[in-house]
Nanobody, 118 residues
Framework: VQLQASGGGLVQAGESLRLSCTAS????????VAWYRQAPGKQRELVAN???????NYVDSVRGRFTISRDNSKNMMYLQMNNLEPEDTAVYYC?????????????WGQGTLVTVSS
């Protein structure tokens, strides 16, 4: 299974971007899908996820501005980012996991850079 993220770029504060992540495997088979980000000099952090039940979770700093979604029919996941702030500047990674036997397999995309200028 491979994940490939795209959609990053340079925008001004207040603008929007939509990140996409394509999965080579069937999105339906994934247990949890998520977006993480890593800003320069900081640890990678969870931005948003969708667990198997469909419940969506967001880090406080993006709640109300970002929306995570998945389209199982297209093997895609998305992160719609509105009202971007300079603090959102980071490399964004898509993530998915699946249950394999008694364990969990983790899959990461290669990252896409989002730069928000003030």
């Amino acid at each position: 299974v491979q994940l490939q993220a795209s959609g990053g770029g340079l925008v001004q504060a207040g603008e929007s971007l939509r990140l996409s992540c394509t999965a080579s495997g069937r999105m339906f088979n994934f247990n949890t899908v998520a977006w993480y980000r890593q800003a320069p000099g900081k640890q990678r952090e969870l931005v948003a996820n969708i667990i198997r039940s469909g419940v969506k979770n967001y880090v406080d700093s993006v709640r109300g501005r970002f929306t995570i979604s998945r389209d199982n029919s297209k093997n895609m996941m998305y992160l719609q980012m509105n009202n971007l702030e300079p603090e959102d500047t980071a490399v964004y990674y898509c993530y998915a996991n699946s249950i394999v036997g008694y364990g969990v397999a983790d899959y990461w995309g290669q990252g896409t850079l989002v730069t928000v200028s003030s």
